[in-house]
Structure formats: structure tokens, C-alpha cells
């Protein structure tokens, strides 16, 4: 049995907790305002808010609720397009139909609770912010002009907000743009019972995080199994800690992406997370998942391989760490018993003088997997590679860290002969094969020029020249 608070109105259900919120609006709750497109995540037609009490008040984000499992609802207030709005067009309904940015409609919920998300979450509520939060929606008819024309428009009429998000519910409603109800929703769910803070999995339980893998590949047979929802505090949140920087296995990847210790150790970080998915996956989707799920193009993967992370793996005979660069035995084979889970990854501080850059190519440049991707970490002393770490995905049955190539860096002078040699080792250390992302030799070569993009990224001086290559 769990309780939430579905717009203005309790819900206590003890329907299976992998059912589905998509199904539940719609079946059980009889709100048909929420649309189902695709199923996967990729359409953004079904787009809820979920709001969960903090310590500094309600924190809103958008969810595809086809991929949301409602046990990982309790204590929560979930928002349908119903919820937005008392009598009237709200501003942002009013935009869409001031810009003609809708025509069959169907997508156009989703696309007004993507944009009350943005209301509630972006600290300039800048237009690229608008245009960030509708990323994950597709419009199949009105033509996406329109729907930018809107956003700019919504952005002109509301007024300004303080950059401090922790009273921007009561400011979006005193400014009519959320209805008047939004502001009991904190203390209706102070009254429902605690949830489980327990991370611990019961035996024979499947591990759900953001379920952004787990309900694209197996929803049908999750209803019947026994569930462990591991989105608790006690897994999220990211720190610094000695001379490392610890992520909680369970902080969503918009939380990275957000991370201000993150932005300061690495620049470059917001454009690379943003290559992830789009907003409203990232806003469940977790780097422990990704690890997990072993694509070999797992993108958060990737990245924290060239970052030489580590994973603490708790389960019933105790904690042990094992390097990301060790955790991969084969193809989906790695180094995870049924009965532990990850509860953080962790990464050395990275010294004086390093550089990171992640590169990604993909048919889209949102909501897409990689064809191929690839990170670096360059140290550099002057003129010479003091250390390196580069990794791959796509080219091989597992995300690979380079191990031969960043040996092959180090201690090397920064020059185009360098660069020469390392594309003919990388080329030498990659198997990947043909398949609906591309063929080998397509692979070969794009991953040749991600690596040489690495090094125009993050070494501007040297000058490439590409015949001598
Ligand atoms: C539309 C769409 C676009 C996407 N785009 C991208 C993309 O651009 N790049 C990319 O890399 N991925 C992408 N993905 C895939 C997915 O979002 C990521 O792999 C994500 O990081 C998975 O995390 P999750 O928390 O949702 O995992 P879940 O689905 O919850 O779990 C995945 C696996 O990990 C296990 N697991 C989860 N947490 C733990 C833990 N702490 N300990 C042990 N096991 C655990 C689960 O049991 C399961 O086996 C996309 C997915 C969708 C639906
Ligand atoms: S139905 Fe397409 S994202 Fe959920
Ligand atoms: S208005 Fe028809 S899909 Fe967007």
C-alpha cells in the first residue's frame, strides 16, 4: 500500500508497484489529458511533474510517467495537465495558442508540462532554459518554430524571480502561474506516512533507479516482480571528499549536470551531460543505472572511465570497492553479485594541469545513443603528457578504458607526431562491429576523429594538421 497526491487529490492504491503512472493517470485515475506516444521515453507526450518534499520546500521535476514505476511514488505529489490550471488558459497554454503552437494537440500537454517545469527549475529563466526543458518532446505536426516562438514568449510576459529556487512554488502561484492549490501540497504530504529510507534490497528483488533502462526493456514482467526502489536519500548527492569526488549511485544525471563542484572541476561538464538523453530522462535517469545496464555505449560510463572512478558495492557479506576499469567482464557480464547494489563512484580530484573532454556522435543530438563516444583526461606538465586516461563505447563489447593508448600518452612531448602514433594504437586496441549503428569501418574512423576532436578541444596551441595524421 503507498499514498501520493495525484494533482488536488489523495491516492492510497495497492496496484502493483511496477505498474506504470502512464497507465495508472489514465486507467485508474481516469485522467486522459496525459498522452501515450511511444513508451520509451522518447516522445515526452506523457510528461508529468513529480514533486517530493525537501528540506528547503517542494522540488518539482518533469518524468516520462510511461517509464515511472508508481511504487517509486509514495509521499509524492504528481502533476498532470489537469493540475496546472483553475479556470483559465495558464500563461503558458495562452503562449502556445498566441505563437499557433499546436495543431493535433496531442503532444501539446506534454510540451506545457515540460514548460511548468522549466518555470519551476531554471534559476535565469532564460529562453535556451525554456528550449532545454521541451527537448525530450516531439511534435510531429505543428513544426517546432512555433513552439520555440512560444517559449520566447512565455518568457517575455512572466515576471522576474529570484535566482534561489526554495520560494519559487509561492511566487509561481502568487503570480498566477501555478493554481492556488500547489501551496498545501507540503503540508498534505508531511501528514502521509514516511517512506521507506531503507536502500538495502530485499532478496530476489529487482534494483530500480530511474528505471529509464529497467521500463523501455522489461515493463511487462516488472508488474509481476518484486521491486527495490532505490531512489533514497541516503544514495544521492554529490561531494567532495579528501581528495576525491564522491556521487551517491542514485543522483540523477540532471543533478550532475547541475552539480556546481562538478561545473568548477571540469568545464566543458554542462555541454557534455546535456549530450545525455534529454532533461526528462536525465531527471531520473542515474550513473549507477547506466553502469549497470553495461551498454557498451553507456555515455555516464564512459565519461567516469576516463575519470578513473571507482565503485563502492555494498551487499550482504560487506562493502568492496573494484575500479569502473575492472567491473566488465564480457558482453553484459560484470563484476555484480544478484544480492549488492553501488552506492557511490568516486573519482580522484583531478590534478593541477588537467584537462577533460567527452565527445559523443549520434543520429540526433538529443535523445539518442551514441554510435560511437569517447572521454579524455590529459594531464599536462609544459609541453609533455604527465598522465592520460582515455575511453571509448561502441567499439567493443563492453565501455572500454584505453588502457594501451593512455600508457602509450604518457610522458610523450604534446605534438602531432604524438597524436599520429596514439590514433594508430587506439585503432589497434578497439574491435567493434558492424551493426545498426554503423559499420566497422565507419566505427574505426569515427572514433579516430573523436580522438583527434579531444585534442583540438582541450590543446587549442597544437596545431593538427590533418594530412600529417
Ligand atoms: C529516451 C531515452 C534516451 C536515452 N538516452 C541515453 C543517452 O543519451 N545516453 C545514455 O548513456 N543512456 C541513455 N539512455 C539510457 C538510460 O537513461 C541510462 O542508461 C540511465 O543512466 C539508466 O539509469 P536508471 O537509473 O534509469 O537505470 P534503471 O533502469 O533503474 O536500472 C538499469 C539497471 O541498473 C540496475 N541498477 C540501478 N541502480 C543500481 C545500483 N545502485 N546498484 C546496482 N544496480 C543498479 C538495475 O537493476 C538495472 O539492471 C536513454 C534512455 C531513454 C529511455
Ligand atoms: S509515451 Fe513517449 S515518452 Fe512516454
Ligand atoms: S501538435 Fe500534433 S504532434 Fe504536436
Redesign the pocket.
Known amino acids: 500500500m503507498f499514498e501520493f497526491i495525484a494533482n488536488r487529490t489523495p491516492v492510497n492504491t495497492s496496484a502493483s508497484p511496477g505498474t506504470v503512472l502512464l497507465d495508472f493517470l489514465r486507467d485508474e485515475l481516469q485522467l486522459k489529458g496525459t498522452k501515450e506516444g511511444c513508451r520509451?521515453?522518447?516522445c515526452g507526450a506523457c510528461t508529468v511533474l513529480v514533486g517530493r518534499l525537501t528540506d528547503e520546500g517542494m522540488a518539482y521535476h518533469t518524468a516520462?510517467s510511461c517509464?515511472l514505476p508508481i511504487g517509486a511514488l509514495h509521499g509524492r505529489h504528481i502533476v498532470t495537465i489537469e493540475g496546472l490550471t483553475e479556470n483559465d488558459l495558464s500563461a503558458i497554454q495562452q503562449a502556445i495558442v498566441d505563437e499557433g503552437a499546436t495543431q493535433c494537440g496531442f503532444c501539446t500537454p506534454g510540451i506545457v508540462v515540460a514548460l511548468a517545469g522549466f518555470l519551476l527549475n531554471s534559476t535565469s529563466l532564460s529562453v535556451d532554459d525554456g528550449y532545454a526543458a521541451v527537448e525530450?518532446n516531439i511534435c510531429r505536426c505543428t513544426g517546432y518554430a512555433s513552439i520555440r516562438r512560444a517559449i520566447v514568449h512565455l518568457v517575455d510576459v512572466i515576471p522576474t524571480f529570484s535566482s534561489d529556487l526554495s520560494n519559487r512554488v509561492t511566487h509561481l502561484v502568487d503570480a498566477k502561474l501555478l493554481p492556488a492549490y500547489f501551496t498545501d501540497i507540503a503540508a498534505k504530504l508531511k501528514a502521509l506516512p514516511p517512506a521507506t529510507s531503507d536502500s538495502t534490497p530485499s532478496v530476489g528483488a529487482?534494483?530500480?533507479?530511474?528505471?529509464?533502462?529497467?521500463?523501455?526493456q522489461r515493463a511487462e514482467s516488472l508488474l509481476e516482480t518484486p521491486l527495490h526502489f532505490?531512489d533514497t536519500p541516503d544514495?544521492r548527492g554529490i561531494r567532495r571528499e579528501a581528495n576525491r569526488l564522491v556521487i551517491g549511485?542514485?543522483t540523477t544525471?540532471e543533478e550532475l549536470l547541475h552539480a556546481e563542484v562538478l561545473l568548477e572541476t571540469f568545464p566543458g561538464w554542462k555541454r557534455s551531460l546535456r549530450?545525455?538523453?534529454?532533461t526528462l530522462?536525465r531527471n531520473?535517469?542515474?550513473?549507477?543505472?547506466?553502469?549497470?545496464?553495461a551498454?557498451p555505449?553507456?555515455?555516464?560510463?564512459i565519461m567516469l572511465l576516463a575519470l578513473d572512478a571507482e565503485l563502492t558495492i555494498h551487499g550482504p557479506d560487506g562493502v568492496r570497492q573494484v575500479a569502473l576499469s575492472a567491473f566488465y567482464h564480457g558482453y553484459k557480464s560484470f563484476d555484480?553479485a544478484d544480492e549488492?547494489?553501488?552506492?557511490t563512484i568516486a573519482a580522484p580530484i583531478p590534478p593541477d594541469g588537467a584537462r577533460y573532454n567527452f565527445e559523443k556522435v549520434?543520429r540526433r543530438e538529443h535523445?539518442?545513443?551514441?554510435s560511437v563516444n569517447s572521454a579524455m583526461q590529459l594531464v599536462l606538465d609544459e609541453d609533455r603528457i604527465a598522465d592520460a586516461r582515455l575511453s571509448a563505447g561502441g567499439v567493443g563489447p563492453v565501455p572500454l578504458f584505453l588502457r594501451e593508448s593512455s600508457d602509450y600518452l604518457r610522458g610523450k612531448p604534446l605534438t602531432d607526431e604524438t597524436v599520429s602514433g596514439l590514433l594508430k594504437v587506439v585503432d589497434a586496441e578497439i574491435a567493434p562491429i558492424s551493426d545498426v549503428r554503423g559499420s566497422e569501418v565507419y566505427k574505426r574512423r569515427l572514433l579516430r576523429r573523436l580522438v583527434i576532436a579531444h585534442f583540438t578541444e582541450l590543446c587549442p596551441d597544437l596545431e593538427l594538421v590533418e594530412g600529417a595524421l
Do not use: H
Open positions: 520509451e521515453g522518447d516520462a517509464l525530450g529487482t534494483r530500480v533507479a530511474g528505471g529509464t533502462d529497467l521500463f523501455v532505490l544514495l549511485g542514485g544525471v549530450l545525455v538523453s534529454s530522462i531520473r535517469a542515474t550513473p549507477a543505472g547506466n553502469i549497470v545496464n551498454s555505449i553507456g555515455d555516464l560510463t555484480l549488492e547494489w553501488i552506492t549520434s535523445l539518442d545513443i551514441a
